[in-house]
């Protein structure tokens, strides 16, 4: 399983950039930009990562993204995880980025947009990894600082393919932002949105009714509701499932009980996504790895999540035949 694993060709969906930053580099770039870390080394920072909700993960989270300053910090987070992605078959990428968590603290809009796009664009020439970037919105701040950051994103428009929607879930529905995405899908933005992560499968509904998403990223609660489930089947609406997160996070009590091949097997369009590596515990190969290792997966099963991994993407539809083909002729 490993092997066959390690040689699928594969596309990440739900990955956040500021959450590929491995405490090493974390250390560098604070050091480099003179910012003092709650951490005095690298093992007191991976001791903090037993987290037991979202919110216990986000108090580190946004901590470590002080690091990151100058376009140089985006460009260097971004291309050691192109880097990891190459060396785990993984062939393109699309990725999240928050840029409310730099723009609170003064780091332009632009530095943050360009040192990401950069490693991006040399990830496609030297790497031959395609991708896109998503912007998301901090969904426990307002509605009002949301259309602000929309209308610094428009300057930036050609290097930004879609928008999401992500942070803190309980208590901030999609509903909140009914306004904003409407707007987003009027300049033409991609729309996705987290749901049913932490939040119950109501908020899946309102990402699909009201934010009108192309896809749902987590999405594992919808198994909570019969008509949801024959609904995301009917439509083949994606869910960009992140296995080893769930766990970490205590969405999921433990790998075992993970309800990712029981919608697989269902006919839902699930893929495996890494979400946050450098908290979680692993990237896209062991999250496929702990999939197949705890929930009986046949070799056929991993097939068909590698090709939903594709199918679930922006890609054109010649270009996911491509892959789907390559998958199916291993």
Known sequence: MKELIAKLPKAELHLHIEGSLEPE????LAQKNNITLP????????NAYNFTSLQSFLDIYYAGANVLITESDFFD???????????????????????????????AFETVVNGITKALQKGEIELGISSFLIM???????????????????????????????????G??????????AACENVGYKIVAHAGEEGDSSYIWEAINLLHVKRIDHGIRCDEDATLVEFLIEKQIPLTVCPLSNVKLRAVS????????????????????SDDPAYFGGYINENYEAVANSLHVSQEELKLLAQNSFKASFLSEAQKQHFTQMIALL
């Open 39 to 46: 951490y005095k080394t690298i093992e007191e920072v991976k």
């Open 172 to 181: 901030h529905p999609p509903s909140k932002f009914e306004r904003v995405f």
């Open 25 to 28: 580099l974390m250390f560098a």
């Open 77 to 107: 987070v971004t291309w050691a995880y192109l880097l990891t992605c190459k060396a785990q078959n993984v062939l393109h990428v699309e990725i999240f980025f928050d840029p409310q968590t730099h723009t609170s603290r003064g780091i």
């Open 254 to 273: 433990s790998m075992r009980e993970h309800n990712i091949i029981n919608l697989l097997r269902k006919g839902v369009l699930v893929t495996i996504n």
């Open 136 to 170: 998301c919105f901090l969904r426990h701040l307002s509605e009002e600082e949301a259309f602000k950051t929309l209308q610094e994103s428009l300057l930036f428009k050609d290097k930004i393919l879609g928008v999401g929607l992500d942070s803190s879930e309980v």
